[in-house]
């Protein structure tokens, strides 16, 4: 038997609150940055998390391991927000190295 997680109501509706959306993504940004650097200390990986000051780039996190370094963007959404979906550049999926 699998339980359903209960749901805070106050956060909730905080989160989904048109006015918070910047608050909502900071959350995010902050709940990611403490998982990626939460496992990899627990793996004894050197993992380096940049964030640029200034989107120009198109991206919001630069992870480096002193030998790859990535370039993601992050979104955020909620269940009951009207986005679903994001137009993006193919850039993103381009392969960076041939082997």
Same mark, same amino acid.
């Given at each position: ?26 959350? $995010? $940004?902050?709940? $990611? ?67």
């Amino acid at each position: 038997m699998t339980r359903k997680p209960k749901v805070n109501t106050e956060l909730q509706k905080f989160l989904n609150a048109s006015v918070n959306t910047k608050t909502r993504e900071r959350i $995010f $940004f902050n709940k $990611f940055y403490f998982d990626v650097k939460l496992a990899a200390g627990r793996r004894g990986y050197p993992l380096t998390m940049f964030e640029p000051e200034v989107d120009r780039g198109g991206f919001d996190v630069v992870l480096d391991d002193a030998d790859t370094t990535r370039h993601l963007q992050l979104k955020s959404a909620t269940r009951s927000s009207g986005t679903n979906q994001w137009v993006t550049t193919p850039r993103f999926l381009r392969q960076l190295y041939s082997t």
